[in-house]
């Protein structure tokens, strides 16, 4: 750098000047003889600069220079100051004061800042800025002018309400594994949520609010009063439910389905909701969080928090299946399918989930860890039942193969259990951090392979294991270091579908990393054979192997035809692949696989190698194009196969119309894909394919698997 | 693209390229903030460009139509993580609306990237909303490839990509080490956006 130089000079300076980084003062206030005066060292520094140069302390990071009065949020503003709570409303306003504060609550589970809406509301800024702690200091001050009945008897319990309804979240949330201010922003600003208020005292002001409001009846006419009535009886139901939720183990019959009624009439009664905007301001921000930059008001259309608020009911009790546990295979396909649902479950649902899962140590509200452990590998592979004799653990003689047995087992529970319990955490998070996440545990269940491999050996020996004949040679089971192998495959597989899923992959990629994806479900589909020929007679073992293998089979077929379809799209430079791109495309081929690279096994192949798989150089195009049909034709066959199977066997039995939903988006993929397939191969045929001619543009909707989008190949004409 | 009083640009050879040049801060520091400045949500301050153009004022690289302003790209190039990776970053790209088109915005990013090269760069890294197709477009014809998703980055609550362009091998048993990314990272990171839509 040219001013490197005169740079590394003034970083000296700087050190003088920086009372060589004074640790953290212990107290707000030091003693006074603690200062020092550095008037003349700092004068004498200075002196050292040219006029306008500037110092940069290491300290002062880029997130701190963001911070600019532009971006201050400035005085309050008028409307602040002058809002009058007790300002009479008419009833219209009422209902859509409470409708907005609903709007305002749903943006804050969807990831938005309380700043951004519910503290934005001056009543409860009213509320909230005395600092109650008590629900009779919990109000707009004392009663002024005419007309506060309603603002005291229906809007106050009504904003007290909410404001407890999210303390209960933001109690809830920050419990689990979900990932502060990207889902979910748990800052109060030191405001109290009125967490010290019991449910019961709370539940029996909105039960007053109600009895005013029928004493009331008459100075409303029907439909207000019904609207105003849906409103704190849905409240009073969300109350209720999220105070379920902070003691599910006494309340583990959900009744979050309780509040779909009145969502479905506060949805239609609406239109009497009459607005209010002077009861909101962005310049409360000023108060909450000066140094913070201003964040705009979040305006959740009214339509969309009503379906927020339906999505936290139905899924909020869906989950409360798992505490009637159904079997390791079932608990695992049910997070699977939870966390692939579209909208994503809401921060609150995927915190809650994992508290069921798994709290204490205890598996769905009863079960040790290890139970749920064994029950997973027994099913999969079905290790001898030696392993598992409870009778290993009582055995106190160092030499007795129990003993060494139990002691083995052991350390399974604690390696493997820790890393199987935080798989189903990951399931849990937003699409893009799982893959990130899953990318770090595929290298934490590579090493425990390798682990778990050794121990097998030993436990062979141990049990007198005798081996078997596989494939013409005799082998041992290696039971533990399988199912750890078949979990680690599934992982390098939900990594690349949610490459898909996810757009980091553009179009110029898909050839190549559907040729990975078949490559992982081919490996594991062997692995499974593999398990089959070790699994004895045990017919859960042998259905559930099954069953995977036909999965694997049919997703396998379909990620072929893709990959062929692609790479015959490639040939004619349909896929927007740069042409004149900076670094190399072996460069660029080893960063995509960067994740993947120290995996032993199944390993990343060399660049020409995988360059010559995809391409295939051999193959004429409409061989290329025939292949692919031929593969369609079976994926869609096996998804047919797949579509008729029962919830036992396909492991869905706390989700079945989900895995039945997600069969269908990938029959249609199959079906888009191979319509792909068909235009390609007549336009081959017909010798008119130009890049020039034809262009291919993704279809993510139709109701396809966003793994497997369809590319739509039309004829550059007809597009324009 | 909006309709402006801003002069069209006749050719884009008119264009001319130059490296920042500290001693002309003055002007030049304040014409690159009233650029970036006017169609941003949210506006940097003056350190945040101080804190780029004091230390890699050689990656700023800027378009001029005549005396005119009409394009910039700032950066950095810093060990990433502290490891042994030099990872460049593109902080800031904007170009005049109406000057869109017509290759500013590469030529302007291609000049940076150069620059890192020069400084034996392994990587160049960036984010970008994932709804900015544009400026994806741009970024990949130059090499970039998108290396993850980041859930809700920016402060509106969109998601963004980020992008690398690997400028040399992988080393050795690469692996994943980019995860360490938790959130006072992010924070950071947080700042840096960069806002080309290079329009159409």
């Known amino acids: 750098m040219s001013e490197g130089a005169g740079l590394s000079g003034v970083e000296l300076d700087l050190d003088q000047l920086s009372l060589q980084s004074p640790p953290a003062m212990p107290s707000s206030t030091p003693p006074l003889s603690s200062f020092r005066d550095i008037t003349d060292e700092f004068i004498e520094a200075s002196k050292k600069l040219e006029v306008g140069q500037l110092v940069q302390d290491p300290q002062f990071t880029l997130f701190q220079a963001i911070m600019d009065p532009k971006m201050d949020s400035g005085l309050l503003e008028p409307e602040y100051e002058n809002f009058d709570a007790w300002q009479e409303r008419l009833p219209e306003e009422i209902i859509g004061i409470m409708d907005r504060l609903l709007c305002n609550e749903m943006a804050w589970h969807l990831g938005s800042a309380l700043s951004q809406t519910l503290f934005a509301s001056l009543y409860v800024d009213k509320i909230l800025s005395s600092m109650p702690t008590r629900l009779n200091d919990a109000t707009f001050g004392p009663p002024r002018g005419e007309g506060h009945e309603i603002i005291q008897n229906i809007l106050r319990p009504y904003c007290v309400a909410v404001i407890r309804c999210c303390a209960y979240a933001n109690w809830q949330v920050p419990n689990e594994h979900i990932y502060d201010e990207e889902d979910f922003v748990g800052q109060t600003y030191g405001l109290p949520m009125l967490q010290a208020v019991s449910y019961k005292d709370m539940d029996n002001l909105l039960a007053e609010s109600l009895v005013w409001l029928s004493t009331n009846k008459d100075k409303f006419t029907s439909e207000i009063y019904l609207a105003i009535r849906n409103r704190i009886l849905l409240r009073k139901a969300l109350l209720s439910n999220f105070q379920r939720d902070s003691d599910w183990k006494k309340n583990p019959e959900p009744q979050w389905e309780g509040c779909l009624a009145f969502i479905e009439a506060i949805e239609k009664d609406h239109t009497l909701a009459k607005e209010v905007p002077e009861a909101w301001s962005m310049s409360i921000q000023r108060k909450l969080a000066s140094s913070v930059p201003p964040r705009p008001l979040v305006d959740l259309p009214f339509s969309e928090a009503i379906s927020t608020v339906r999505k936290l009911c139905t899924e909020t009790h869906d989950i409360y299946k798992l505490l009637d546990y159904a079997g390791a295979s079932n608990v695992m396909s049910y997070f699977i399918h939870f966390g692939a649902r579209q909208p994503t479950p809401l921060p609150y649902t995927r915190s809650l989930i994992q508290t069921l899962f798994c709290k204490d140590l205890r598996i769905c509200g009863k079960l040790p860890i290890r139970d749920i452990l064994y029950d997973d590998v027994r099913e999969l592979c079905n290790p001898p039942a030696k392993l598992f004799d409870p009778k290993n653990d009582e055995c106190e003689a160092p030499s007795n193969p129990k003993f060494q047995i139990a002691e083995r087992m052991e350390w399974f529970i604690a390696r493997a259990g820790r890393l199987y319990i935080e798989l189903y955490k990951y399931l849990c998070q937003n699409r893009s951090r799982m893959r990130r996440i899953l990318c770090k545990a595929m290298l934490e269940w590579d090493s425990m392979q390798v682990e778990a491999e050794e121990i097998d050996q030993e436990l062979a020996s141990l049990t007198k294991e005798q081996p078997k004949p596989f494939q013409g040679v005799m082998q041992y089971g290696f039971h533990l270091s399988s199912w750890v192998y078949h979990y680690k495959l599934r992982i390098m597989e939900q990594i690349t579908l949610l490459g898909f899923e996810l757009e980091i992959y553009p179009l110029h990629e898909f050839d190549g990393m559907y040729w990975y994806l078949q490559f992982y479900l081919k490996t594991r589909s062997l692995h499974i054979e593999r398990m089959l020929a070790f699994v004895g007679n045990e017919p859960k073992s042998l259905s559930l192997l099954n069953f995977y293998l036909l999965e694997n089979v049919a997703m396998h077929d379909l990620a072929t035809a893709c990959m062929l379809l692609y790479s015959a799209l490639a040939r004619y430079n349909l896929l927007e692949k740069p042409r004149n791109p900076q670094g190399s495309d072996r460069f660029r081929y080893e960063g995509r696989m960067k994740p993947f690279m120290s995996i032993g096994v199944p390993e990343v192949v060399q660049y020409d190698y995988f360059r010559n798989v995809v391409d295939n150089p051999d193959m004429d195009t409409s061989s290329l194009l025939h292949l692919a049909s031929e593969h369609i034709a079976e994926a869609k066959k096996g998804y047919r196969q797949l579509s008729t199977l029962d919830k036992e066997i396909t492991r869905s039995k706390m989700c079945h119309d989900t895995y039945k939903a997600n069969i269908s988006k990938l029959t249609r993929s199959c079906f888009g894909i191979g319509v792909a397939i068909g235009v390609l191969t007549r336009e081959v045929d017909a010798g008119t394919v130009e890049s020039s001619n034809l262009c291919v543009t993704l279809h993510q909707g139709a109701g396809y698997h966003a793994s497997f989008p369809v590319p739509l190949v039309t004829s550059k004409e007809v597009k324009k | ?200």
């Open chain 2, 1 to 200: 693209m909006s309709t402006t009083t801003s002069p069209t640009p006749s050719t884009s050879a008119n264009i001319i390229y130059r490296r920042y040049d500290p001693k002309q801060e003055v002007i030049q520091l304040e014409a690159i903030r009233n650029m970036i400045g006017t169609d941003l949500s949210e506006p940097y301050s003056i350190y945040v460009y101080r804190y780029f153009l004091y230390q890699w004022g050689d990656l700023c690289y800027m378009a001029y139509d005549g005396d005119l302003l009409v394009g910039v790209v700032v950066g950095k190039l810093e060990n990433h993580r502290g490891g042994p990776i030099l990872r460049g970053y593109i902080a800031m790209l904007a170009v005049k609306e109406s000057y869109r088109g017509h290759g500013i915005a590469t030529k302007l990013v291609q000049s940076s990237i150069s620059a890192m090269k020069a400084l034996n760069a392994d990587e160049v890294a960036l984010e970008t909303e994932t709804s900015n197709k544009a400026a994806l477009k741009l970024y990949e014809r130059l090499g970039f490839l998108r290396s993850k998703r980041l859930h809700r980055y920016y402060f509106n609550g969109n998601s963004a990509f980020r992008l690398i362009l690997y400028l040399k091998e992988a080393p050795n048993g690469g692996c994943c080490g980019e995860e360490g990314e938790h959130h006072h990272d992010h924070g950071e990171e947080r700042g840096e956006r960069e806002f080309d839509d290079d329009g159409v």
